[in-house]
Structures are given as structure tokens and as C-alpha cells.
């Protein structure tokens, strides 16, 4: 079992920044992906990023191109997530997910595939 803590969210007017992190209770075995989602009020659970542990490749959501950055710290196994030009469409609560395997890159989109989720964090944009 993994055990994903998130922490970062906040109040923030738009074009504002943040930045969340993740830290997981252990790593997997092999190359796991740790990714990012959010979800509004009435709204389905959407992909925001992800990052391929060992390979160190990032994906994003077209939504957050641009604007949100994911990385990750290999020692302290923590993912951040950066953040910047924030928009009020950006509110949400933003859950934490770790995939045990990376086989795949197309299906890091779906929530569906991600093995752990943390109990998330609420993220206000204001306008």
C-alpha cells in the first residue's frame, strides 16, 4: 500500500501562483507514474499532469499547457506541481495519483488506471 499525502492549496487571485506537492510512503517497484488530477463541483475528475518517475517525462493537460509545471524529487519521492497564471476555471479540488506501471503513455490520462490517490487539496482562484 502507498500512502500519498498532498499539501500546497490554498486562496489565490487569478494570475496568481501555487505550488502543490505530493509526497508518496514509499516508491514501487520499476519505472511508476505520478500524476495529477482535479475536480470541480459538478464536474467530472480530469487529468492535469503526470511524470514518468525514472524516465522523467512530463504530460500535460492542453488546458495547463504552458501555464502548470509537474516535477519531481527522486530522494525525498514528493511531485510537485507549479502552478503559475492561475485562472478562476482553475479552482478545484486537486488529488494526487500514483500508477504502479508506466507501460503506456496514452492511458496516464485516465484517472481509471492510477492505482493510489491521496485525499486531495482545494485550490481557489479568485477573479
Known amino acids: 500500500q502507498v500512502q500519498l499525502v498532498e499539501s500546497g492549496g490554498g486562496l489565490v487571485q487569478a494570475g496568481g501562483s501555487l505550488r502543490l506537492s505530493c509526497v508518496a510512503s514509499?516508491?514501487?517497484?520499476?519505472?511508476?507514474?505520478m500524476g495529477w488530477f482535479r475536480q470541480a463541483p459538478g464536474k467530472e475528475r480530469e487529468f492535469v499532469a503526470a511524470?514518468?518517475?525514472?524516465?522523467?517525462?512530463?504530460y500535460y493537460a492542453e488546458a495547463v499547457k504552458g501555464r502548470f509545471t509537474i516535477s519531481r524529487d527522486n530522494a525525498k519521492i514528493t511531485v510537485y506541481l507549479q502552478m503559475n497564471s492561475l485562472k478562476p476555471e482553475d479552482t478545484a479540488v486537486y488529488y494526487c495519483?500514483?500508477?504502479?506501471?508506466?507501460?503506456?503513455?496514452?492511458?496516464?490520462?485516465?484517472?481509471?488506471?492510477?492505482?493510489?490517490w491521496g485525499q486531495g487539496t482545494q485550490v481557489t482562484v479568485s477573479s
Open positions: 511524470i514518468s518517475w525514472i524516465d522523467n517525462n512530463a
Open positions: 495519483a500514483l500508477r504502479r506501471s508506466a507501460y503506456d503513455s496514452s492511458r496516464y490520462y485516465y484517472a481509471s488506471t492510477y492505482d493510489y
Open positions: 514509499r516508491r514501487t517497484f520499476g519505472n511508476f507514474v
